[in-house]
């Protein structure tokens, strides 16, 4: 199956601060890719579609980068609530089946 | 919004037992499939199923498991003779073509 890399992290930063996550994927054939939020011992949540032109929605903006290769994900202002598992996922056109990273943990402190 | 609901939401079972793992998907979706998650790892395919047959499955997805969509609401995995490394959260998820994935909150399996 094709592999989607992340630096597991934890990344830890004060409230308000910018932090990016990028994640890798190997399968140059992969057309569609996710951001999903896990809290701990919870399920993965959709946080956002990544599109080739880039999307933002508030304070969340993903890139996509198919040259190199890699998807970003982009948090300003951060919020303490923001501290999770963020899950980057790819999807190739002939499966509908999302291959998940590992998980980058965020952690944003006081 | 539209949730994928999943039961019981803890099961403890004895090694060797079966386990009948239960989920609703969104009505509306035509794409379901199991996740596991095992504590402190990432989220691992198992089986996908469409048109009521399974699409892909995953070299987890052995002879052990089996999926079933009994009346076309529930969707189960059903895990035969349960080893101690089936412990996992087992999550079901559904789809339609164009957009992510819906989770329900997942099954925490634990074999003892």
């Known amino acids: 199956r094709k592999e989607v890399e992340q630096d597991p992290g934890p990344f830890n930063v004060p409230e308000g601060a910018t932090v990016a996550f990028n994640c890798t994927y190997s399968?140059?054939?992969?057309?569609?890719f996710f951001w999903y939020r896990q809290d701990c011992r919870k399920e993965p949540k959709l946080l956002m579609s990544?599109?080739?032109s880039g999307n933002e929605d508030g304070r969340f903006t993903a890139q996509l980068n198919r040259a190199s290769q890699y998807i970003s994900l982009l948090i300003r202002d951060s919020k303490l609530s923001d501290s999770a598992t963020y899950l980057c996922v790819g999807r190739s056109g002939g499966s509908y089946i999302p291959t998940f990273g590992r998980g980058t943990s965020l952690i944003v402190h006081p | 919004e539209p949730e994928v609901t999943q039961t019981p939401s803890h099961q403890v079972t004895q090694m060797g037992q079966e386990v009948i793992l239960r989920c609703v998907p969104i009505?509306?979706?035509?794409?379901f499939y199991w996740y596991r998650q095992i504590l402190g790892q990432k989220v691992e395919f198992l089986v996908s199923?469409?048109?009521?047959?399974?699409?892909?499955k995953s070299e987890i997805f052995d002879d052990q498991f089996s999926v079933e969509r009994p009346d076309g609401s529930n969707f189960t995995l059903k895990i035969r003779s349960t080893k101690l490394e089936d412990s996992a959260m087992y999550f079901c998820?559904?789809?339609?073509?164009?957009?992510?994935?819906?989770f329900g909150s997942g099954t925490r399996l634990t074999v003892v």
């Open positions: 199923f469409y048109n009521n047959e399974i699409s892909e």
């Open positions: 009505s509306n979706h035509l794409y």
């Open positions: 399968n140059s054939a992969s057309q569609s």
């Open positions: 998820a559904s789809s339609d073509i164009n957009y992510g994935y819906t």
């Open positions: 990544v599109y080739s």
